[in-house]
């Protein structure tokens, strides 16, 4: 639940599946843990899972998945599910159980970090002392809310968010520097809402979620003695109204250029005079010297101007409710059941459609995660990541590695000059698989027996003041931001790496026991795709050391662009709903990504073969397996109001989309299913996007 983690801009780090879920990803082995390995194949693929009555050149995705996403049932405490939320299940009961083990004697005054870790899961388990602690736990911060009386005191509330559960209403980060990735910056993000974007704000089809917000912000002053709750709920909303008006949509984050604008603190002051840049700073434990000297990197500098000149203008008595009704939200998961059904009720019943709570120790479970997960990673990886897994995958990587090389020195649209920078920094990619090369010290993290708000709190803190110490050093690259029990993987631009986390490694995206096909589809699309974002709209501008730089020639750069928009165009058409429909805009990284992750995946596959034969199974050949391997990692089912969702804030496309448009750009595709015109998936040769 730690708010106050390392916060990674969208344009910084482009992950595998990113919103896959409401449920934070933790991680696996007990009877009740869904395995996604139980109808898959000797040769790794759910033959029974397709939908034979579909021709694969109208639907792709429901000929390869039809069945068995039909079959999918989405447990009441998901809002998806498939292979993705399979393994994160797997991987959640396995933390679980290394929880349980070390929760059996809590310390009074836990000193080992496996005392710690069991420590802090049994405070949050013992349900009777939280029923009973009620909202006595935020006394002391509703207290400092309270005594705010003017800009400043205001100012030092919310930069107090970063060490508490206190709002942070703008997003204060430490990252290194997009242009000097050898140190570390300060970074400041739009900020201020509630609900999950500025459309639930400012569009009409979302004007039911708005009233339901209204009610919860109401129903949550209530809960911790807030005077004039309706009225202040009211208040909260067209407050936030104001600034979601000054957002900036979610697509025009996605430029590295637009958004990096770096700052002193007194061009920031002159720049928007409405907040007290200054005390809000103080509050966050930064003075400005550090600022200045580390530079503040502002994302959306309009947004920024435009909420603090809200902030400026806004009542007092409407601010502090304002910071009341957060503190609550944020806290709520950690406090009795009057406030963790209410936070259920509004963020994940109404916004995502998830008809029922997620049982105790599934949310504690990942509670724990949160705080300590880099120390629960540590035992994970002993007891279910094993050496061969880690080789086999090195072995993978460098493979699509040599694929990747060969279709860039190929490239038939890009001149000598780009081609060669490309190839360069091709070569520095970092490839680093299931688990870091140091571990995090949880040495001076305060965890004491039956303190289940005050440990949180606490590892809010430790988490911010671990970033704070960064500022002024040299960057470590070997630093990861997933755990090994997370199951997803990311491409970092500005370490110009790729990071698979030991959970990923697993069926339907890789079993050492399938066929290589199956894993060239599933595990060698993923490499590809986190390879390949290194070269999406926003990966190709940064340079072979990570610096944000543009090292393309004008025409090569207008060329790209020019293809990206047409790939975008297949998506905008892409409806997930009736009337919802994708944003390619958005989603062009995760497109292109996915384009290039399967069209290397089948280079990587063929090059496998040495020249051989590959060998036909249960009628399907080598490449039809590849292209099934790919369609199976993506089986999900999504409920409505999530998917709705995920349309305005996620950048990754729906998983049939992840998987038609995609295939339906590669000429190998059409020779593999003999798609013909007038299937509904056909693409005239011309109208294929090929980018890398």
């Known amino acids: 639940m730690s708010r106050s983690s390392k ?8 992950v595998l599946m990113l919103a896959a879920s409401l449920s934070t990803v933790s991680g696996a082995v007990a009877a009740s843990a869904p395995q996604a390995t139980a109808s898959i194949a000797p040769w790794g693929f759910d033959l029974a899972g397709r939908e034979t009555t579909i021709m694969p050149g109208d639907d792709f995705f429901d000929y390869a998945n039809g069945r068995a996403v039909r079959s999918l049932v989405i447990p009441p405490d998901r809002t998806s599910f498939g292979a993705f939320d399979q393994l994160r299940e797997l991987s959640r009961q396995r933390v679980r159980n290394i929880l349980v083990e070390l929760s059996q004697r809590p310390a009074a005054i836990p000193v080992t970090t496996a005392e710690k870790l069991g420590t802090y899961y049994a405070a949050l388990m013992d349900e009777k002392t939280i029923e009973t602690l009620s909202a006595s736990p935020l006394t002391a911060d509703l207290t400092a809310i309270r005594a705010v009386a003017n800009p400043a005191d205001l100012a030092r509330v919310i930069g107090s968010g970063q060490t508490t559960f206190q709002y942070s209403a703008f997003a204060l980060s430490i990252q290194p520097d997009a242009k000097d990735p050898t140190r570390f910056t300060v970074t400041l993000d739009q900020g201020g809402l509630g609900m999950p974007d500025r459309d639930y704000y400012l569009k009409p089809e979302f004007a039911a979620k708005k009233t339901a917000y209204q009610a919860y912000v109401a129903k949550m002053l209530s809960l911790v003695g807030w005077p004039e709750a309706s009225r202040r709920a009211a208040d909260i909303v067209a407050l936030e109204s104001q600034i979601a008006k000054a957002h900036w949509a979610r697509a025009d984050m996605r430029d590295p250029e637009k958004t990096y604008n770096p700052r002193t603190v007194a061009e920031l002051i002159a720049e928007a005079p409405g907040f007290d840049w200054i005390a809000w700073l103080k509050g966050a434990g930064i003075t400005p010297p550090q600022v200045d000297k580390a530079r503040i990197v502002v994302g959306e500098p309009s947004a920024i101007v435009g909420e603090a000149a809200v902030l400026g203008t806004a009542s007092m008595p409407v601010l502090k409710a304002w910071l009341a009704f957060h503190l609550a939200n944020n806290a709520a998961p950690l406090l009795s059941s009057s406030f963790v059904n209410a936070s259920y009720a509004f963020n994940r019943k109404t916004i995502a459609g998830q008809p029922q709570l997620a049982e105790r120790w599934k949310r504690m479970t990942d509670a724990t995660d949160d705080a300590m997960g880099w120390a629960i990673g540590r035992i994970y990886v002993e007891r279910f990541f094993p050496a061969e897994s880690k080789a086999a995958m090195e072995q993978l990587t460098a493979r699509l590695k040599v694929a990747f090389r060969v279709r860039l020195q190929n490239n038939d649209w890009m001149a000598a000059e780009t081609k060669k920078q490309a190839l360069v920094k091709l070569d520095h990619f970092d490839i680093q698989v299931g688990y870091p090369k140091k571990w995090r010290d949880y040495e001076s993290l305060t965890i004491r027996a039956g303190d289940a708000y005050g440990n949180a709190e606490r590892a809010v803190a430790f988490e911010w003041r671990y970033w ?10 070997d630093e990861w931001d997933m755990t090994p029990q997370t199951v997803n993987a990311y491409n970092n631009p500005v370490f110009n790496e790729v990071v698979f986390p030991a959970s990923i490694l697993q ?19 993923v490499i590809g795709h986190e390879m390949t974002h290194g070269f999406d709209d926003e990966g190709r501008k940064f340079d072979e050391q990570g610096r944000l730089r543009d090292w393309w020639t004008k025409e090569d750069a207008e060329r790209f662009e020019q293809r990206g928009a047409r790939l975008g165009a297949q998506y905008d058409t892409f409806q997930v709903l009736p009337g919802v429909h994708l944003n390619g805009k958005l989603t062009m990284g995760e497109n292109i990504a996915d384009l290039g992750g399967l069209t290397l995946g089948l280079d990587a596959y063929r090059a496998s073969l040495e020249g051989k034969e590959a060998p036909v199974l249960d009628g399907l050949t080598g490449e039809q397996r590849v292209f099934l391997g790919w369609a199976q990692v993506w089986r999900m089912k999504v409920r409505d109001e999530r998917a709705r969702q995920l349309a305005v804030i996620d950048p990754h496309s729906a998983p049939a989309a992840r998987v038609n448009l995609p295939a339906h750009n590669i000429d190998a595709w059409y020779r593999a299913w003999n798609v013909q015109p007038g299937q509904k998936l056909y693409l005239a040769p011309d109208d294929r996007v090929k980018i890398w």
């Open 507 to 525: 069926p339907p995206f890789f079993d050492p026991k399938a066929d290589p096909a199956i894993n060239y589809g599933g595990i060698g699309g």
């Open 468 to 477: 704070l110490a960064h500022l002024g050093k040299a960057v470590d690259r």
């Open 7 to 14: 916060i990674v801009r969208p344009s910084f780090a482009a």
